[in-house]
């Protein structure tokens, strides 16, 4: 179902596609359509795969939990799709970065939504939240595994990021998981080798996307990242055989990456305010520990405390352990050394 407010308007002949619209007719862009999953197609009619298909026709079988369709199905997505970067719908830290952030009565905008595992725990806590990707396989499946639940609060977009036919100030709130690396790696610009340019361009758009009290979220990886570097000069095998990693294990080399500071300085030329940065240990995408933010790390000590007993969770308070004073420098050397980070800003 999708917010009464939105509504993706062509920037050169005005009309809209809208609430409850099921197609648009305009002087240009009239493929826009909504499909019969609820999906906006914005990229023309882009085909499901096969080997998709048959996996949300089995996903859909009656008498199945979510929890056993995610379990039964996130091995044959990996099997599917062996080199891409998703977060996993049967762990729940992937999600504690954004779990939080106050989200009640906010819309969402997440970019880059894979196959909606962190699209699910948004729409658990926001008033309403749009997924955007340009992997239609990836919405499909999102598709799939939310019908059951009968969500209303969520509008997937099959769109390109970075040409998304939105107006300004809709969002309270945007997403950037492990997304921003992916933009500016493929125009073979020698000019903008890092991707800087591009990557500034789209955040300047984010900007204008959020409302003046807006917040982005951005999680991405560290260019300084030890193991990160060693892996691009050492052989895959051996790679996996010293450091038990898989394919997914870092960004590939084309990825357009930063160091704490790089971020920083990024967001703020886009004219974002606030920049915090917290560390993200052992990985990304599935953290056991957030470093640097109080909040963060106090959420993160709380649920390793109670796994180990209500006796030792109500001795030690994790507010109390999240403000014990490191050493001179520990933040500059946890900040090199992180894999990646986590990242909020204000847009004002």
């Known amino acids: ?3 009464p407010e939105l509504e993706f308007v062509c920037e050169h002949c005005g009309s809209a596609l809208r609430y409850r619209q099921q197609s648009r007719n305009g002087q240009c862009h009239a493929d826009w359509k909504v499909d019969d999953d609820g999906i906006v197609r914005l990229l023309g009619d882009g085909n499901v795969t096969e080997a998709m298909d048959a996996l949300v026709e089995a996903l859909c079988a009656d008498g199945m939990t979510p929890f056993k369709r995610a379990e039964k199905f996130e091995s044959e997505l ?3 799709y062996p080199e891409f970067e998703y977060e996993s719908w049967l762990n729940p830290d992937q999600a504690d970065w954004v779990r ?23 729409t658990r806590r926001a ?3 749009v997924a ?9 499946f999102s598709a799939a595994m939310n019908a059951p639940a009968d969500i209303d609060n969520l509008t997937l977009v099959h769109g390109d990021a970075t040409d998304l036919p939105l107006g300004d100030d809709q969002f309270d709130v945007v997403v950037l998981n492990g997304v921003l690396k992916h933009v500016g790696s493929g125009d073979g610009s020698d000019a903008d080798a890092d991707g800087t340019d591009a990557q500034r361009t789209l955040l300047r758009q984010v900007r204008r996307w959020l409302r003046p009290d807006g917040r982005l979220l951005l999680s991405e990886w560290n260019k300084l990242y030890p193991l990160r570097l060693a892996s691009t000069v050492v052989p895959t095998a051996v790679e996996k055989r010293l450091f038990g990693g898989d394919d997914r294990q870092h960004p590939s080399a084309s990825a357009r990456l930063h160091s704490e ?7 703020e030329r886009a004219g974002f305010r606030n920049v915090t940065v917290s560390y993200a240990v052992p990985d990304r995408r599935s953290p056991a520990f957030i470093f640097s933010d109080d909040r ?6 709380k649920r390793k405390l109670v796994s180990l007993g209500s006796c030792l969770h109500g001795a030690v308070s994790p507010q109390v352990l999240s403000r014990v004073p490191l050493p001179p420098g520990t933040r500059r050397l946890l900040g090199a050394l992180t894999p990646a980070f986590k990242i909020t800003a204000d847009a004002a």
């Open 1 to 3: 179902m999708w917010s």
């Open 78 to 80: 990996q099997q599917l």
């Open 100 to 122: 939080i952030e106050p989200l009640a009565g906010k819309t969402v905008l997440e970019l880059g939504s894979r196959y909606g595992a962190l699209t699910r725990s948004l």
């Open 127 to 129: 008033d309403h939240v």
């Open 132 to 140: 955007v990707d340009t992997n239609l396989d990836g919405l499909k």
């Open 261 to 267: 500071r790089g971020y920083v300085g990024l967001l």
């Open 296 to 301: 963060l790390l106090a959420a993160f000590l």
